[in-house]
Each structure stands twice: as C-alpha cells, then as structure tokens.
C-alpha cells in the first residue's frame, strides 16, 4: 500500500478550459458536489483564437484529495489541461487587491505611508478616503490589509489568485 | 406501425446540406448514428421533432407512460446490446422525469443520450411555461451536457454527443433544444466531417505500466481477479480475454453486481460475487490476498466494507479507463489507466512472452485455503418447509427452468430479491443482466426490461421483481401491452420492503417502521387488466408449473410469487464491518459488528 501522508496542504491548480456557456459551474459544482475546498477562484479568458480560459483555483486537501481533485478536473469535457502549479515545480502567484480606507489627519497621513511601503498605488482619494491597489502574493495582500484595518478600513475587494509556471513551459 | 401514412418531407428526403430544420437535423443526426428505436413521451416543447419522427420510417419511437421509464427502458437497451441508449422527452416536468434515470446512468457507467425540448430561446430565464434550468438541473447528472441555441450546431453536437457518451467511461449526455432552434433552418453537417473534441480518454496502456503488472501477477502467492463493470463496458471481447487470463494464471476471480456475466459463473475459479451479500469464500479471499487485481471495478463502499480493514496485507493491481476511479477510495500500488480489452490484451501479451509461471504450490495452498471458505455453504437455507416458498428457492427454480434458453436476460428492480437474484441466478455470459446498482433506483427493472426486450425480441426477458419495488413504475404495463413485448415479470412478493425490514431488524431493534406493504394490487388481475397473464404461486409445489408456464406463454405475465415474508438476505458484512465480520445466517448478530460510526452509513 502506498504510504501516503494525511497532511491537509493548500494547493494552487490551473485549469484550462473550453470558453463555453456553463463551464464555469462545471468547476464549481464539481468542487461543491464532492465537498473539496475552493480558496479562491479567478476565471478570464486567455486565447480569443481558440476560445480558451483559464481558471485558477487555490484548494487544500492531502495529497490523495488533490490527485482526485486533478482526475475529476481532468474528467470534464471542456477541460484541456489541468496543473498542480504548486507541485510541478516553480511558479509566481499574484493577487490583487482593492482596498478602501477613510480617515483624517494622523491616521491618513500613516496609512499613506504604509502604502508606500507595500507599493501600493493610490487610485482614487477624497479629503476623507484613499482606494488603494496593491498587487503580491496572498501573504503580502493580507498583511497590507491587516495594517489598514486600524487606520480606517471601509471595504475590500480582492481577484483571488493567478499563477503561471516559471521557466519556458506552457498550461 | 399502421399509422404511419404521413408522407415523408423535403428536409429528410432532400440532400442535406442546407435548409434542414432543427428537428430534421436531429433525425438525421440520430439516423447517422446508427439508431434504430429511442424511448420518449411528447409535449409542447418537443412537437417539431415528433412531427419529424411521424414523417420517416428508420426510427422506431417507443412510447412509456413515465419518462422515468423512458430513462431506465434506454437503459436496458443499451446495457443488454452495448450501444448507447436514446431518449427523448418535453421540456419542464419531461426533463425533470428524467433526472433519476440519468443519475442512474451516470452511476453505472450506462452510454445514453437524452435530447429534451426547451421553451424558445427568447423565453428562456422568464419562467415560461413548462420551463426548468434542464442543463442547470442535470449538469451534476450527466457525463456532459449541451444547450443549442443555433440551429447550425446542432449537427455537430449531436455527433459529438455521441462520442462522449460513448468513450472512456460512458455516461449519460443530454442535449437541451428550444422550440425555436428545433423550428429554424440551418445546415447539416454529417458525422464523418465532424472534427472530434479534443476530449480524448486513454485507451492504451502505459507499457511499463504494463511490464510492473506482469511482474506482481508473476510474484503473487495469493493472488484475486476482482472484475467488475468495466468489464462489460470494455465489450464481448473484454469478457473473453478475463476468462482466457483467469484460466491461464489459475488464480480465483470474483465479480461485483455490476460485473455478473462477465466471467462465466458456472466455472470452478468463480468465487461469486463480492461484497455486502457476496459469498463468504469471495470475501475472505479478498480480505486475505496478497495481490488483487482490480480490472474495471472501483472499490465501492459495498465492497470495501471499514476502509481501514480492508484486504490490509495485499498489494493492489487496478485497471480502469477512468483515472479517477484509482486512489479515490482505496490506495493502489500500481493503477494502470486504459480500456479492459486493451489492457488485458496487453497484460496477456507480455504474461505469454515471458512464460510467467504462477508459483503453483503457493497457488495450492491458497486454493486449499479457498475451498474451505467454500464449505461453509454460504448461500445455503433452509429448504425443509413445504408449505413456504423461500425466495432462494424460487430463484433456484427459474434459473433451473430457464438456463437452457439460448438467450434469458435478466433485469432487476432493488431490494432483498434483487441481491437473492445476484446470488442464485448465474450468468455466463456479459448483458444479461440488467440492475441498477450504484442509485439502487427501485422500479428501474420493468422498463429495464422493456428496453431489454425491444432490442432483443426473441429474448427471454424477466424482471425479478419486488413487489414494492415494481409499483414504482408499473404503468409501463401499458408500454409493454401497447408493443407486445412478452416481458415476464417475476414478484418475489414477501409483502415487506424487505431490504428494509431486514435492516431494521438488525439495526433498529425490529422497529418495522413504515416497510410493510398495505393494500397491494391483486397482480394476477393487473396482468390481465394490461392484457397480459396473471399467475399465483403460494406452495413450493407450485412452483415449477407457474414458471414452466410462465415461459410457455406468448404473452407478457406477471408471476406473483408468494414468498418467505420473514427471510433474510445473507452472507451479509453489515455496513461500516470488515470481510471477516460477515454474518452468515440469522444466528449471527449484527449489534458486535456495527459501530456507531456504522449504524451512520447506508
Ligand atoms: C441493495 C444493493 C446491494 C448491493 N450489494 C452489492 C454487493 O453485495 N456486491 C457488489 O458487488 N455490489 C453491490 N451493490 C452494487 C454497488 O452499489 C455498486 O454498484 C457496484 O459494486 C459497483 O460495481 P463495479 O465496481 O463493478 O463498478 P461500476 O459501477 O460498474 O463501474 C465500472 C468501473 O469500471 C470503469 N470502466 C468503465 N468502462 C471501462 C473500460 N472500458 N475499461 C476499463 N475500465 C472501465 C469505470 O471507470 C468504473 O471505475 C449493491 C447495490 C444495491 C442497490
Ligand atoms: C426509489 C427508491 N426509494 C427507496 C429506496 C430504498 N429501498 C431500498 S430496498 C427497498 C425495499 C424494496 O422492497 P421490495 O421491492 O418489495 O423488495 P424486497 O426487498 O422485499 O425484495 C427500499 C424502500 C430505493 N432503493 N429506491
Ligand atoms: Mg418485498
């Protein structure tokens, strides 16, 4: 019998798909029907020639849950490709995120200081509020937004995570 | 049929390029295809495609009464010939009918194809008339599905439909048309000019997948066959090639419900069927193996029993078209991806090459170890009454009467005399029998036996029946009059959902709650109201003629077998117990063996 260790480790998986009606509920339902993790999910259409989208999803699940994970993925029809981007190798991942502040004075003056630390953009501002747009990995995102929840954090929005493969090779 | 005067249309007789309806590309879509009988009921939503059907001669359309029964009867045909299944039905309550027949597809790997009416395109998401979310609703339920919102597609998907159904592991594909689509013109675009999706399952094996196999089929000392549907999947071909490699190993082979037929079972190597009421000797040689090789079967939870004590000392072989059917309940060593035919063609290719030779003292005492499960007579009862028939024994009886028949297929519907069938009846051969095995859908086996009979009219067609069971879908009564199928319908009637008293009287302290059956039909009056022949078996006695006579009669019957209204079904691993918890007999008690954790399961 395979040893196979029970250690639950989150995982991100690119999925590359037919860009057709319904597709997007294949992924899901798949997810929910049989009870796997999404962490987040990220979806947009990559090559217009051949009608092609990729979806990004970050799952967690011991090694034999992610195997299954990929197998049924792999299973769906529209499917082309599916890779554990976090097992095949190196790999960046990048969130965005859009982070909405309100304050005065002390406080909008350090949380204008912080975001120049993250390298955080300010998109938008009033007398009163900053949007800003911070781009890094999930850990630096949440971080940023952890930092801005006591100078006056109002509202957050948040793509989920893209990933692509280092070096040469293509999804 | 007599009615068929309408004259046949442009559409159909023209060339087909251009200037088809919607409804005419369908027809020749499914002509092209090869099909010769679909299964349905008509409605708004579908009327274009039914005027199309009443206008030509090369499909014959079979009208159910449900289209439940339009589900389960495609299903029958196509599990008794290997083709796939059609169907069709309206939009709304048609579509919704057909969802537990789909799930049932879909659960038992059954190729079909369901083409449902839609309100028009324009309508759709206005809660029009008769309008559900079909492909919103089935997605979880089929292989795949298809909304047509352009006629010009339509072709295509209909060829590719097919193809999905009917490759790798296959499965039920529903094809959604709206009125208006199947109304407008468009192009037909015929199937050899239909570029195949890039959908492209594996067939072939790996070749050093193969040479590992050899080599632990070649080093085993207590080796087990554990074939299973997959293997009726594969085809004929699939069935022989397990028969010539079992014989040419020596090693012992088991199958699963879903795999009866596909192994000769009247052959000494036969172990029965494995399982929760599979034969003692089959689950303890699982239990106890030190290699089993799993060949298109996937260690269903009737199977495995406690996962964790599951054949803990063996290493596992597992052949199977769909990847994920390996490592998702039980970890294998090896999984080998590819078709049953392809592989075992493989297997036996490098097994001759290499003159393997099975390590046969091992093999002796292992066969040694194997016939003294054997003994203990598992599927024995108690056959001293005379006054009682005893559903084994009715069991025993029709196979005995009816096993030089040249060609008796078998469906089922679900419950205690679907497992006493599984155990009593024996297949030599693959697509006879015909059950409902991962839904467990109760009155899947009449229409089953419908479709069954339509694909093969010279066939002897029964459906072991329950009675609660066959009241699920007893209108196809009416299907099986109006066609003159000759369908024979075998009641085991113990006047209990017997599988579920027998459950309750093992796990909830005999609380019969809500599974006895008040007030049933007289059966042998319900035949004769459907045209058809009642007949009555109270006494052993009587056993022999009413079933000597059952099959004398042209006609179809319904045979209400009054049986044991207080038997059990046994060998049984109750859920949640391991292979060697079994009970054998009603002597044995299931409260040591059931834990908390398996009083859970069902
Ligand atoms: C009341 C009741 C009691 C039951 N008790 C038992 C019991 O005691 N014993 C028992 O065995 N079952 C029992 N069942 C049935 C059980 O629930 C499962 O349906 C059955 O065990 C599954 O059979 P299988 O493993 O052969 O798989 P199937 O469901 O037939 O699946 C076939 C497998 O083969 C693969 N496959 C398909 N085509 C190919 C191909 N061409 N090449 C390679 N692989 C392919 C598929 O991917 C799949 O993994 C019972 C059911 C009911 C309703
Ligand atoms: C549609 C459906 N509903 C409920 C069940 C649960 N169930 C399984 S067996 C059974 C009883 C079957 O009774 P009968 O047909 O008389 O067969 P018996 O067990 O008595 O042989 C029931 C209710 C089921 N399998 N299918
Ligand atoms: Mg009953």
Redesign the pocket.
């Known amino acids: 019998m395979n040893t196979q260790s029970a250690e639950v480790n989150a995982h991100t998986i690119s999925v590359l798909v037919d860009n057709e009606p319904g597709v997007l509920a294949r992924v899901i339902g798949l997810f929910s029907g049989r009870g796997y993790n999404i962490e987040s999910l990220t979806v947009a259409e990559v090559n217009l020639k051949e009608n092609l989208s990729r979806i990004t999803v970050v799952t967690s699940g011991t090694p034999m849950i992610i195997e299954q994970i990929k197998a049924q993925l792999t299973r769906l029809v529209p499917v082309h490709k599916v890779a554990d981007l976090t097992v095949d190798g190196p790999h960046v991942e990048r969130e965005l995120a859009l982070v909405k502040v309100k304050g005065k004075g002390e406080k909008r003056v350090e949380a204008l200081r912080i975001a120049d630390i993250f390298r955080a953009h300010a998109l938008d501002s009033t007398n009163e509020s900053f949007i800003f747009e911070i781009v890094g990995k999930t850990a630096k995102v949440d971080a940023f937004i952890d930092l801005m929840k006591p100078l006056g954090l109002i509202d957050v929005s948040r793509t989920g995570v893209v990933g692509i493969a280092r070096g040469l090779g293509a999804l | 049929m007599a009615l068929r005067t309408g004259k046949k249309t442009m559409s159909t007789q023209e060339t087909p390029e251009s200037g088809m309806t919607g409804a005419a590309i369908m027809l020749k879509a499914l002509v092209d295809q090869g099909v010769t009988d679909i299964f349905g009921y008509p409605g708004g939503a579908v009327l274009p495609l039914y005027d199309e059907l009443f206008n030509q001669n090369s499909i014959r359309h079979i009208l159910v009464r449900q289209e439940g029964g339009a589900v389960h009867a495609a299903e029958g045909y196509a599990r008794s010939t290997g083709k796939v299944g059609v169907v069709l039905v309206t939009s709304g309550p048609g579509a919704t009918n057909a969802v537990t027949g789909l799930t049932d597809a879909l659960?038992?790997?059954i190729p079909l194809i369901c083409i449902s009416g839609q309100v028009p395109t324009h309508l759709i998401g206005n809660d029009a008339f008769q309008e559900c979310d079909t492909t919103g609703i089935t997605r979880p339920c089929t292989k795949h599905n298809y909304l047509v919102k352009d006629v010009n597609d339509l072709a295509r998907v209909m060829h590719e439909a097919f193809y999905v159904a009917q490759s790798g592991?296959?499965g039920p594909v529903l094809i959604d048309l709206p009125k208006d689509v199947a109304m407008a013109k468009g192009t037909y675009t015929a199937k050899q000019k239909v570029k195949p999706r890039h959908y492209n399952p594996q067939v072939k094996a790996d070749p050093a997948k193969i040479e590992q196999a050899v080599d632990m089929i070649a080093r085993a000392k207590r080796p087990i066959i554990y074939a299973?549907?997959?293997v009726i999947?594969?085809g004929p071909q699939a069935s022989k090639l397990l028969t010539e490699f079992t014989r040419l190993t020596g090693y012992p082979c088991t199958l699963?419900?879903?795999?009866l037929g596909a192994y000769p079972a009247n052959d000494k190597q036969y172990l029965g069927?494995?399982?929760?009421?599979?034969t003692y000797e089959s689950n303890m040689a699982m239990h106890h193996c030190d290699l089993m090789i799993a060949v298109?079967?996937?260690f269903?939870d009737?199977?495995t029993g406690r996962l964790d004590a599951f054949s803990p000392g063996s290493k596992k072989i597992h052949?199977?078209?769909?990847p994920s059917?390996i490592n998702k309940n039980v970890p294998v060593d090896l999984g080998v991806v590819?078709?049953?035919?392809s592989v075992l063609g493989d297997i036996l290719k490098v097994y001759k090459a290499r003159k393997v030779k099975p390590d046969q003292k091992a093999l002796k005492g292992w066969w040694q170890q194997i016939d003294g499960w054997r003994k203990r007579d598992c599927l024995s009862y108690d056959k001293s009454s005379t006054k009682i028939i005893k559903p084994q024994y009715a069991i025993e009886r029709l196979y005995e009467l009816t096993k030089k028949k040249k060609k008796v297929l078998i469906t089922t519907e679900?419950?205690q005399h679907?497992?006493w069938a599984a155990q009593h009846f024996h297949f030599n051969k693959p697509n006879r029998w015909m059950t409902?095995?991962?839904l467990?859908t109760m009155g899947y086996g009449l229409p089953a036996a419908v479709g069954a009979q339509i694909a093969h009219p010279d066939a002897l067609v029964i459906d072991i029946a329950g009675e609660a069971s066959i009241m699920m879908n007893i209108q196809e009564m009416s299907t099986i009059a109006q066609y003159r199928l000759p369908v024979k319908v075998f009641i085991l009637n113990n006047q209990y959902m017997g599988?579920v008293r027998q459950w309750q009287e093992l796990l909830h302290g005999g609380r019969y709650s809500e599974s006895y059956m008040d007030s049933l039909p007289d059966f042998v009056k319900l035949a004769e109201s459907f045209g058809g022949v009642g007949m009555r078996a109270t006494t052993p006695g009587e056993l022999d003629d009413l079933i000597k006579e059952m099959i004398a009669v042209d006609k179809s019957v319904i045979a209400d077998v009054c049986v044991d209204q207080m038997e059990n079904c046994f060998p049984m691993i109750p859920s949640g117990a391991a292979h060697n918890e079994m009970l054998l007999g009603p002597n044995d008690s299931a409260e040591q063996s059931v834990s908390e954790e398996g009083m859970v399961l069902v």
């Open positions: 659960m038992d790997s592991r296959p299973g549907g997959g999947n594969s699963t419900l879903m795999g069927m494995v399982g929760m009421h599979g298109g079967s996937r269903d009737r199977i052949i199977d078209i769909d059917s590819g078709d049953v035919k679900v419950g679907q497992m409902s095995g991962g467990g599988m």
